[in-house]
């Protein structure tokens, strides 16, 4: 059993269109953090949230995360080629689950 | 903008065989990190590093896998002898400290044959 599982596992969709992904867990993280990896790159760090139900945005990138800290959302208006690309959730570096990083949501938008 | 080196990008090497990966970080960042990722996944940590200490080597394979950090500064991780289930990336990061995010270099694509 994942300790962070994401969903929808692969997402193909439209330029133009929205999507929302998600990272649950049963766990209790003191902060998230949201990254998104290009092929044969590294991840790159896109937002670390920090307080239950804060809300980030990032251009056209809105991330929640849950009241209760346990779960996190990544909306994404319009989405474009360019969004193409692995985005995986991971906590932040305090507390018991450090370094982990959830299952990931590979999404393609089509041009 | 600082980046973390990796090199080599690519590697393919038979089984049994020795490999070894390089890592150098940001300058200043004390916190080294090896992961593994393979395809479709997330990373999964290797080890950890503080300045040339390990901190977390519970994941790391220690029949095969050997890591070092002599000076605190760059790294290597070797791999003797390579498996076919260690074709993977192999992701290096570092961490200036304990809250902020990863700084992950390109990685190097291990194929094993």
């Known amino acids: 059993t994942q300790l962070l599982e994401q969903s929808p596992q692969f997402l193909s969709i439209q330029e133009g269109e929205n999507l929302t992904v998600y990272c649950n867990s049963s766990?209790?993280?003191?902060?998230l953090q949201w990254y998104r990896q290009e092929p044969g790159e590294g991840p790159v760090l896109l937002v670390t949230?920090?307080?239950?139900?804060e809300v980030k945005k990032l251009k056209r990138l809105t991330f929640q995360f849950g009241d209760a800290r346990k779960d996190s959302s990544l909306h994404i208006t319009a989405a474009q080629p360019g969004d193409t690309g692995l985005y995986l959730c991971?906590?932040?570096?305090?507390?018991?689950?450090?370094?982990?990083f959830g299952t990931g949501t590979r999404l393609k938008v089509l041009a | 903008e600082a980046e973390v080196a990796q090199s080599p990008r690519y590697k393919i090497t038979e089984k049994s065989q020795a490999v070894a990966f390089w890592c150098d970080p940001i300058?200043?960042?004390?916190?080294l990190y090896w992961y593994r990722q393979i395809l479709g996944q997330g990373p999964e940590l290797l080890v950890q590093?503080?300045?040339?200490?390990?901190?977390?080597d519970s994941q790391l394979p220690k029949d095969r896998f050997s890591a070092e950090r002599l000076k605190g500064v760059d790294s290597t991780l070797k791999i003797q002898p390579a498996e076919l289930g260690d074709s993977a990336m192999y992701l290096c990061?570092?961490?200036?400290?304990?809250?902020?995010?990863?700084?992950f270099g390109s990685g190097t694509r291990l194929t094993v044959v």
């Open positions: 990061a570092s961490t200036p400290g304990p809250s902020t995010g990863y700084t």
């Open positions: 766990s209790v993280f003191s902060s």
């Open positions: 949230v920090v307080t239950g139900g």
């Open positions: 991971a906590p932040g570096f305090s507390g018991t689950y450090k370094y982990i």
């Open positions: 300058s200043g960042h004390a916190t």
């Open positions: 590093f503080q300045d040339e200490s390990v901190v977390d």
